[in-house]
């Protein structure tokens, strides 16, 4: 039970919605490496400075 996020919801590009495999989220469609939030999980647009989903700021 380390991680808490175990639901059947993919990893996807947030810019072009193509599924990613974890841990290594890039998208084999753009050939873009995609920031995921520590926090959330969720796939971040790079010109983001915060996670939409938590609020938490990028380092
Ligand atoms: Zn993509
Ligand atoms: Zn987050």
């Known amino acids: 039970m380390s991680e808490a996020k175990s639901d059947s919801e993919a990893c996807r590009c ?9 841990p290594d989220p890039i ?4 050939a873009l490496t995609i920031v995921v ?4 999980g969720k ?11 938590c609020g938490t700021p990028r380092t």
Not at 27 to 30: L, T
Not at 37 to 40: G, L
């Open 43 to 53: 796939p971040l647009r790079e010109e983001l400075r915060e996670c939409p989903e």
């Open 27 to 30: 998208c084999k469609a753009c």
């Open 37 to 40: 939030c520590p926090i959330c």
């Open 14 to 22: 947030p810019y072009c919605d193509a599924e990613m495999e974890k």
